[in-house]
């Protein structure tokens, strides 16, 4: 305590060589508390008089606005060299669609005039600013057009998760300030491209259509599909082509047929571009035993089937001895339809093997039909 010498008690002197408050000191209206507090607690106010011991909720700094304008309370703003001096940092309104504007790197906790200094939370408690459009809760990002916003930034603007909001009000809302200082490290990324990563391990955008080719076009159906290759001249899809290191075969059967399909018919084919109503006219393809596990079929037609006009695909192993079903719904209501079946677990004995197709009776016979049926073999 300080020597004190005297204290002016109900008008008149005293001396007083110490001061020991054993009881709340009031100070100019704020109220102290009695107790030491705890380590590395600090005294807070609540604004209202009440001081306490409490622990650090938010870390600020001083900033100089140097955007050319006025800066109001919650802007998320980006720290800049040009303009300050000393230890104080410049800084400028941030936006997501201004990578040079980006990150935010501070919120600004008061209203700042241009060229003046003020206060910013780079972590913290933020209110008194608008946070009528939120909900409590909501994550708040940096706007396109600069401020705040409730709705991740899309296309080729960058995200930066600024908080959440506590409180919904339009004078006094509130939230927590938690991701200032960073843009997200993979931003959005435009269509057609998917990340990659480089030599440094680092995500980069790669075109699709630079990948789409990793296996022989020749008789690929399209080129988002490619799971079940012969090899690598006679793809179906590319999406799932396996190798000679897999434990599984990765087999595919195709037409090219202009003609119409007849009806209540058998079809069979196996390594031809025609199809066929008898297994001994066509090139059967060997295969070991195994057992199907996934099935794709394509079907691509110049017209279209009516509805209910169903084809039924089937696969033949052992010269046709044995069938098994792969699908009965398949269908071609549109020009160009694709399925993909799973779970199958049909076993195969090894020996010639064959893709039956069985169609309905159709109320017009669809014409130029092309099917396209692969087969993943667990071997």
Known sequence: MPNWKKIIVSGSDAALNSLNITTSLTASGNIYPTGSGVDRQILKTDGAGNITFGYPEDIVAIVKNVSGGTLLKGTPVHATESGAFGNVVGIIAASASDASTMPATFVLNETIIDEAEGEALAVGFIQGVDTSAFEVGQIVYVGPNGG???VKPTGSNLIQNLGIVSKVSAMNGAGYILGAGRSNDVPNIQ???????????VATPLATSSIQNVVSSSFATTASYA????????????SHALNVEHTALAISYFNVSNGALADGTTYVIGQQTTLQTSANAI????????TI?????????????????????????????????????????????EFLITGLSISIVAGRTFIMIDTPNFATNPTAVQFRVGIKLEV
């Open 148 to 150: 705040y916003v409730g």
């Open 191 to 201: 269509p057609g491209y998917t990340w990659v990563g480089n030599s440094n391990s």
């Open 227 to 238: 799971s079940f290759a012969l090899s690598s001249s006679y793809a179906v899809t590319a």
């Open 283 to 290: 090139a059967h393809i060997p295969l070991p035993a195994g």
């Open 293 to 337: 596990t996934e099935a794709y079929i394509g079907v691509f037609n110049a017209s279209t089937f009516a509805s209910g006009e169903n084809i039924t695909i089937k696969f033949a192993s052992d010269g046709g001895a044995t069938t098994n079903t792969l699908s009965s719904t398949v269908t071609a209501t549109s020009r160009h339809q």
